[in-house]
């Protein structure tokens, strides 16, 4: 993989935390670096984030009730669990909440590295399958390109609404919460910012009105679903 992917490390032993911040940006890995679950939670909200490392006894919020949260909001980032605890039924809950992997201290950092490589590798390997364009219906989205292909017209894109619907899509018939979207593309969730979500989302509605079977609705409340 690409040593640029983006980490989040919740570590709350300062010192353990700078040593594996410092040998993973020497691999080439940018690392945002977190002392308790609750900061954690908010770096995941409002950063770019590929993989996370996660102890799990932190303050404030554990590791377990971290993955949890961020499971709710994004199904595909991997974590790995970094904890004292050994015991088969604490393996077993981690990896139950969504934990890709689950290393126990003390642990080797080539041995953590090879862990988030191959992880890494397994997600986003096919990177260019992202960018293939995505079948809505009668409706192609061609991601590359930014734009919908409707009755043969094409409909540019701008970027934030690329993003706002590629996310609608990795949630697809299932609720994307509206704080974390506005969050991820605009890094707060302002009144501002949220009107102006707002209207990206009556655009694509518009969009997708030639198609019944492509549908946006709101979930009032909590964010946004895209039925198809």
């Known amino acids: ?3 640029s992917n983006k980490v989040l490390l919740a570590e709350d032993d300062m010192n353990l935390g700078k040593v594996l911040t410092t040998y993973l940006e020497a691999k080439g890995y940018q690392v945002k670096h977190a002392t ?5 939670y908010e770096l995941f909200c409002t950063s770019e984030i590929d993989i996370c490392i996660l102890d799990v006894m932190m303050p404030l919020k554990d590791g377990f009730t971290l993955a949890k949260e961020i499971r709710k909001l994004d199904k595909k980032v991997p974590i790995i669990f970094l904890t004292a605890k050994s015991l088969p039924q604490d393996m ?8 890709d992997d689950y290393i126990t201290k003390p642990f080797s950092m080539e041995v953590l590295l090879a862990r988030i490589e191959a992880l890494l590798r397994r997600t986003y390997g096919d990177e260019e399958a992202e960018t293939q364009p995505i079948q809505m219906g009668s409706i192609t989205f061609n991601v590359a390109h930014q734009s ?22 990795n949630k697809k018939n299932d609720v994307l919460d509206r704080g974390y979207a506005l969050k991820k593309i605009w890094g707060d969730d302002s009144y501002y910012n949220a009107r102006s979500m707002d209207v990206y989302i009556t655009k694509l509605r518009k ?3 030639p198609d019944p079977s492509v549908q946006i609705i709101n979930v009032h409340g909590i964010g946004f679903k895209l039925v198809m």
């Not at 308790?36 to 954690?40: C, K, L, T, V």
């Not at 919908?148 to 609608?168: A, S």
């Open 148 to 169: 919908l292909i409707i009755n043969g017209e094409e409909k540019k894109l701008t970027t934030r609404e690329t993003e706002l619907l590629l996310m609608l899509i």
């Open 207 to 209: 969009l997708f009105a």
């Open 36 to 40: 308790n679950g609750e900061s954690a």
């Open 92 to 99: 077993v809950y981690g990896l139950s909440l969504g934990g």
């Open 1 to 3: 993989m690409s040593a």
